[in-house]
């Protein structure tokens, strides 16, 4: 995703390796999103090898977690495109040891309008793209 991103590849090759190493868990729980069955309640991950398994959610019933991860998911919904999110994720201006910072800092905001664009015009409500767009 990041390298069909042309401010990402405009970037000195440490900042893209600096916004990639921090930036990678918090995406890929975003993406994580997709794969979720909602109504099923499970993960449905294929591997490589393209089998597919099921992990699910009741699985991690252990303390904090299953509560933490079922309020992300119901609070995300079924209704999330990842990508203008992990763009956001990416773009982030307070990652350490950057060179081009507020390059950084633009592209995010740019990806923050861009999504605040796209939920007006979803919702056709300033207060419902608003209250999304807060939300997520």
């Known amino acids: 995703m990041c390298k069909t991103l042309t401010a990402f590849r405009g970037l000195p090759e440490s900042d893209q390796i600096v916004l990639l190493k921090y930036a990678s868990l918090e995406i890929i729980v975003i993406q994580m999103i997709l794969k ?3 109504d099923g309640q ?6 490589e090898s393209h089998y597919s398994h099921l992990v699910h ?37 307070e990652r350490p040891n950057l060179m081009d910072r507020d390059l950084v800092k633009l592209e995010q905001q740019t990806y923050m309008y861009l999504l605040q664009r796209y939920l007006l015009l979803k919702y056709q409500s300033v207060s419902d793209s608003k209250s999304n767009f807060y939300s997520l």
């Open 36 to 38: 979720f069955d909602f």
């Open 42 to 47: 499970f993960w449905d991950i294929i591997t």
């Open 57 to 93: 959610l009741e699985l991690l019933k252990s303390g904090n977690t299953y509560v933490n991860h079922k309020s992300f998911l119901r609070n995300m919904g079924q209704e999330w495109d990842s990508d203008p999110l992990s763009a956001i994720l990416l773009f982030n201006a």
